[in-house]
């Protein structure tokens, strides 16, 4: 809530602020990194790449370690030595590093910066992105993304109230899939695992 209200200040600060910011126009003609869009695309599909080795080798390394075991009870992680509030800082700089990193090639993508880009609107789209994809992971906000970008484009094409469709779909996986899209996978290729499994151990039970 903190960082919503912190955002929604910005969000005023840069409409009030219009001699320097532009206000509600913002900035326009930010110049692009290649013309060609193709090319584009495959820089940021590199970065997405090195970004998710980089997550991934943090969560396996002693701090991330650690930040899980703050996620699952930050009191017991507390009581046993570790500074809490020290990694929580830390998180939440390097969250924050990565997410204006995204920000910029974005504003780069689009060519021009509006206030709306930090509007609180953004933050729930990106909130909804993690909740439906599955928070806790990191495939899970990718292919969250993925999804709401698709309906926002294709969707929006043949029904007004796609919004409304969409809505209806985040309380379902809220209250009977509370993992997101990410966790069901995991589940059924643990469920296919555990089958072959069985069946591999009757068969040399049977040999």
Do not use: C
């Not at 929580?88 to 021009?112: C, D, M, N, T």
């Amino acid at each position: 809530m903190l960082t919503m209200a912190l955002g929604q200040f910005f969000f005023v600060v840069v409409l009030k602020a219009s001699s320097i910011t532009g206000g509600d126009d913002g900035f326009h003609g930010v110049p692009a990194l290649v013309s060609d869009r193709r090319v584009f695309y495959y820089i940021i599909l590199v970065l997405l790449v090195l970004v998710y080795i980089f997550a991934k080798r943090l969560i396996n390394s002693p701090t991330g370690r650690v930040l899980q075991a703050i996620r699952e009870n930050e009191v017991r992680a507390g009581m046993i030595g570790y500074n809490v509030l020290n990694y929580k800082l830390v998180v939440i700089l390097i969250s924050g590093a990565i997410a204006g990193f995204a920000g910029s090639l974005y504003v780069v993508y689009l060519g021009s910066a509006f206030p709306a880009l930090i509007h609180s609107d953004m933050t729930m789209k990106a909130l909804f992105m993690t909740v439906l994809g599955g928070m806790g992971t990191l495939t899970g906000p990718i292919f969250g993304s993925i999804l709401v970008t698709l309906a926002e484009n294709f969707l929006s094409a043949v029904m007004q109230r796609w919004m409304l469709v969409f809505g209806m779909i985040y309380i379902v996986i809220i209250l009977f899939f509370p993992g997101g899209l990410a966790r069901i996978g995991q589940k059924f290729i643990k469920k296919k695992s555990d089958v072959k499994a069985s069946q591999a151990t009757k068969t040399e039970a049977k040999v």
